[in-house]
């Protein structure tokens, strides 16, 4: 997996098969933390699906084969959900940081 694509997905599955590197050796202004993303710039570092996750590049590790259906699976708890439950769980991290302690994770405008 490229590592810019990641940022597509909110829920990651990575066969054991997958690796992860950078298309070109350019920042990408992505959400990688910058210590790991100027490793893979200036070193050519690339992460096998074992040290991916364990840095957070991916949520789930399955045998290679397996991914497909471990992510459809995924996507149909998902889909289950309350669609508002779903627009809160994504909306609500990038907001939190500028909310005060008394806002706390009120919704008003």
Known sequence: MVVDERKS????????????????????????SAARMADMMLTGRVYDAE??????????????????ERALELARRVAANAPITNFAVLQAPPRTPRRTRVQGSCWKR
């Open 51 to 68: 040290e991916g996750q364990a840095v957070g590049l991916s949520h789930y590790l399955v045998p290679p084969g397996d991914g497909l």
């Open 9 to 32: 997905a909110h829920i990651r599955v990575a066969e054991t098969s997958a690796y992860y590197a950078l298309r070109c050796r350019k920042a990408s202004g992505g959400s990688s």
